[in-house]
């Protein structure tokens, strides 16, 4: 079955403290991102990779790293995390680049940062 | 800054009728249109997408875009209260490599 899937689901952790969240696909896409959502302002695009070691900021990148070193993964790092880093987090891949219909979607990681 | 707006509703649509959903964007650079629909707790779902102006129809759902006026629309024909849900614009842009969505508008179907 084709799926991205993130772990984990959901995480509740203190400021300051690593954290890393993973995702995989089972795809071969070429193309992964990394989003945030919170109410009352959609998702915003933090990060995107267009290949293995290729990857590029979306719009809100501060505080968080990521990194892609096989195709199928693309953890999303927060190094330091602070409470208004507290989300929603979906995984996407597709793939490429130019087809973002068909960008499918991991199940969400629900992040608290107390 | 590149913006997506939408109403963030919510709108209230009797079962049976036609919604009617708006999203206008501030980039004339953007190429690609897409709709969402999401679940409350769920991920987003594909259920549009657009590229060039004019109507594109797939079975109730029709995505509309006009570019002069920087503003893609969606209509759900005989909406059932399963199309209860938020509605997610987004524009792509920069060769389709970056995305931005709009803030969602919640759509309530009423028996």
């Known amino acids: 079955e084709a799926q991205v899937t993130q772990n984990p689901r959901y995480l509740i952790t203190v400021t300051g403290k690593k954290l890393t969240v993973t995702c995989s696909q089972n795809m071969n896409h070429e193309y992964m991102s990394w989003y945030r959502q919170d109410p009352g302002l959609g998702l915003r695009q933090i990060y995107y990779?267009?290949?293995?070691?290729?990857?590029d900021k979306g719009d809100v990148p501060e505080g968080y790293k990521v990194s892609r070193k096989e195709k199928r993964n693309f953890p999303l790092i927060l190094e330091s995390p602070s409470p208004n880093q507290t989300s929603l987090y979906f995984c996407?891949?597709?793939?490429?680049?130019?087809?973002?219909?068909?960008?499918?979607f991991g199940p969400g990681t629900r992040l608290l940062v107390l | 800054q590149k913006e997506v707006e939408q109403n963030s509703g919510p709108l209230s649509v009797p079962e049976g009728a036609i919604a009617s959903l708006n999203c206008t964007y501030s980039?004339?650079?953007?190429?690609?249109f897409f709709w969402y629909r999401q679940y409350s707790g769920k991920s987003p779902e594909l259920i549009m997408f657009?590229?060039?102006?004019g109507d594109k129809e797939d079975g109730r759902f029709t995505a509309q875009l006009n570019k002069a006026s920087q503003y893609v629309s969606l209509l759900i024909r005989d909406s059932q209260p399963s199309d209860s849900a938020t509605y997610l614009c987004?524009?792509?842009?920069?060769?389709?490599?970056?995305?931005?969505f709009g803030s969602g508008t919640r759509l309530s179907i009423r028996p």
């Open positions: 996407a891949s597709s793939p490429d680049r130019g087809r973002l219909e068909t960008q499918y």
């Open positions: 987004a524009v792509g842009y920069g060769s389709a490599s970056k995305i931005i």
């Open positions: 657009i590229y060039s102006n």
């Open positions: 980039d004339r650079g953007s190429q690609s």
């Open positions: 990779s267009m290949n293995v070691e290729v990857t």
